[in-house]
């Protein structure tokens, strides 16, 4: 069972990052799918959701607008793309899925938002 994103790098703001996110070792399209982040100092942060069939998502208030939620099954992958960024988007983004009580979390890739 894994999880790998990537995508992650610096980037000047008002610029755009994707991340992606590799599943492997469980039926991917059963599970819903998260992207959190947590900055140094702070709690990990839920960012987008989105249902196992790709029909729901949500944000958190403060990415609305900038950051949408994809998934592709046929290709086990989450997306997070990433327009406008802000220096206060600088985090580890972390790739969750989700299922019932199991809970299955990636490594993180950092995003650094810097001029």
């Known amino acids: 069972v894994q999880l790998v994103e990537s995508g992650g790098g610096l980037v000047q703001p008002g610029g755009s990052l994707r991340l992606s996110c590799a599943a492997s070792g469980f039926t991917f399209s059963s599970y819903a799918m998260n992207w959190y982040r947590q900055s140094p100092g702070k709690e990990r942060e839920l960012v987008a959701y989105i249902s196992s069939a790709g029909g729901t998502t949500n944000y958190v208030d403060s990415v609305k607008g900038r950051f949408t939620i994809s998934r592709d099954n046929a290709k086990n992958t989450v997306y997070l793309q990433m327009n406008s960024l802000k220096p206060e988007d600088t985090a580890v983004y972390y790739c969750?899925?989700?299922?019932?009580?199991?809970?299955?979390w990636g490594r993180g890739t950092q995003v650094t938002v810097s001029s």
């Open positions: 969750n899925a989700r299922r019932g009580y199991v809970n299955l």
